[in-house]
């Protein structure tokens, strides 16, 4: 067995960091490493929250505790930035609580579990992969509005490139009972983020669907969604795992490679 291993391989980020791995192989080391992916497919904006209809509650708990079964020495478990918001007294909505619950709730069964562990919570991931990145462009090229969210709501965001350091930084250094971030240095919010995406793809007036819309928008855009863009943080989240600068400081960095790699 190889000495770091990952849950989900098939995943959008579970091939990025599975690429990464091999390109730098781990080192040896005293014992195997396992990195949970299983509950990251939703930890994106993206997706407008749809994607938590098949990721919801139950399945992050029976997901880390199938994590946890399996055979390692130190397990490095990937969860979520936007934590930070409720640790800092944000109030998620009714449709979002049940899931923050029980995210906390995996991460405590891992730190507190009968092996070393530690968690690092990932900020919203996009990256060149995204499917549901590619499916914006298309709409933003059609002219279509989205649900932007408040302005001064600001969100952590992180490139899949470098969330995929940032784990394999994490298990390579194996910081036991420890919650680190990655994430990128300037927190934004969607509305920021998906501005500057659409501009960079040919649509420089997208249009938001107001507030007053709210019942009428979610037939294309979950409550879930919209409560995740209302929460927001401040500053740069730490602890981050040792060694970790991520390579696009901000959104804007790393949207501007992605446009510019798929017109290449």
Known sequence: ?????????????????ARALAEDPAEPGPEDVLVSLASQPPNTLLHDGHAWKH????RIL??????????????????????????EGAQPGDRLAPITDAAREAEELVLGGPRPACVV???????PESKDLKAYRTAFRLGRP??????????????????????LLAARARPAG??????????????????HFARR?????????????????HAVVAEEHMQMVALGVHGVAAPRPDGFTPAYADCRAGVDEIVAGWKG
């Open 1 to 17: 067995m190889p000495p770091i291993t990952v849950t989900a391989p098939r995943s959008e980020l579970g091939r990025v960091v």
């Open 55 to 58: 990721h919801g509650p139950a």
């Open 62 to 87: 029976a997901d880390t505790r199938d994590a946890l079964a399996q055979d390692a020495g130190f397990v490095v478990h990937a969860s979520y930035a936007f934590l930070r918001a409720i640790d």
């Open 121 to 127: 919570r990932l900020g919203y991931l996009y990256g």
């Open 146 to 167: 989205y649900w932007a969210g408040p302005k001064d709501r600001l969100q952590h965001h992180l490139h899949t490139a470098d969330a995929a350091r940032a784990l």
């Open 178 to 195: 420890a919650l680190l971030y990655a994430t990128d240095d300037r927190p934004a919010s969607f509305g920021e983020f998906m501005d």
């Open 201 to 217: 793809i040919g649509n420089p007036l997208p249009l938001h669907l107001p507030g007053i819309s709210r019942p009428l928008a």
